[in-house]
């Protein structure tokens, strides 16, 4: 008797209309949970839709730039400093030797070739200080051969090969050449020769390919990149050889080009538009999905 009946909210509860609330003093152990709890509420604020996009953006970016995983310089051209060259005004044929340990092997041969001139036109190539280049003029049809390896003729005695390169290539999965300038369709061909066949008792000495390209606009640049076919039956475990052929394409006469550079590369492929699409519903739903779990001002949580 006399005695108040016990509250369901005392005892350290707190009435609030019909929902109890725990009051917890700051002094008590459960505090350092409590910041806890507020520190984990700040880093989800942090980490807002707006952040998480920019970084799938980000992602998607740098996967879509065409990343190079590893990249081996067969020949820059630097060598010689003064550019050697070479002029036809009819139909001829020449090789030409550069030593340099700038480039693969130590050993640059080129042979250019003029095998149509009709009009007694200027057949032109010029190579050192950064680039190999060609100028033709009307009616002038040549190819361009750059060798590396045992390709080479170091003495300019037919009979006589190169040094054998020894080159692992199997890091690699494409050539690269970058040109500054060309001025139409050209046909590129890259013949690999290994001397250790895989099969001795069917030796295949020989693994190659080609493409047609050509440039958005005349004399514009252009990067090719030309993925080479990793045959079982060719050894890449030890490419001795490399020759770059670049020709003329589909007839033309007159044609011009200047090559940077000239690089094997580990080509990482491109995601797909698929890919990009998927990855950008991702984030919508994603920020779709915060948006409705994000209680409105005012918003009583009920126990």
Same mark, same amino acid.
């Given at each position: 008797?006399?005695?108040? /009946?016990?509250? !369901? ?24 949970? %409590? ?16 952040? +998480? ?22 020949? *820059? ?6 550019? &050697? ?17 700038? &480039? ?6 080129? @042979?250019? %070739?003029?095998?149509?001139? $009709?009009?007694?036109?200027? #057949?032109?190539?010029?190579? *050192? ?10 009616? &002038? ?6 060798? @590396? ?17 020894? /080159? ?10 970058? +040109? ?16 250790? !066949? &895989?099969? $001795?008792?069917? !030796?295949?000495? @020989? ?7 050509? $440039?958005?606009?005349? *004399? ?22 490399? #020759? ?14 200047? /090559? ?8 990482? !492929? ?5 890919? /990009? ?20 001002? *005012? ?5």
């Amino acid at each position: 008797m006399g005695r108040a /009946l016990s509250s !369901p909210c005392n005892a350290g509860l707190r009435a609030t209309g019909r929902t109890c609330l725990l009051e917890m003093p700051m002094n008590t152990p459960s505090a350092p949970h %409590h910041r806890q709890g507020r520190r984990l509420r700040a880093w989800r604020e942090l980490i807002s839709p707006a952040t +998480f996009a920019l970084a799938v953006l980000a992602f998607t970016l740098l996967a879509s730039s065409g990343v190079r995983a590893s990249t081996l310089l067969v020949d *820059g051209f630097e060598a010689p400093s003064t550019p &050697v060259s070479n002029v036809f005004t009819s139909v001829n044929e020449t090789t030409l030797n550069q030593f340099s340990p700038s &480039v693969l092997g130590g050993v640059r041969g080129l @042979y250019h %070739h003029t095998y149509t001139n $009709p009009l007694g036109s200027v #057949a032109a190539l010029a190579a *050192g200080n950064g680039v190999l280049s060609t100028s033709n003029g009307v009616g &002038v049809q040549t190819e361009v051969l750059a060798m @590396y390896g045992a390709f080479t003729r170091p003495t300019l005695d037919p009979q006589v090969g190169g040094p054998l390169l020894r /080159l692992n290539a199997t890091p690699y999965n494409a050539f690269q050449l970058d +040109f500054t300038g060309m001025s139409s369709a050209m046909n590129i061909n890259i013949v690999l020769y290994t001397s250790a !066949p &895989v099969d $001795p008792a069917a !030796p295949l000495y @020989y693994s190659s390919v080609g493409v047609n390209v050509a $440039p958005p606009a005349s *004399g514009a640049p252009l990067q090719v990149v030309m993925p080479f076919r990793n045959d079982p039956n060719f050894n890449f475990g030890q490419v001795d050889g490399i #020759a770059l052929v670049i020709d003329r394409a589909n007839g033309a006469t007159g044609v011009a080009w200047t /090559l940077d550079s000239f690089s094997l590369v580990s080509a990482v !492929p491109e995601p797909s538009p698929a890919a /990009l699409w998927l990855a950008g519903g991702a984030v919508l739903a994603w920020m779709g999905r915060r948006q409705r779990a994000r209680p409105g001002p *005012g918003t009583a949580v009920q126990p």
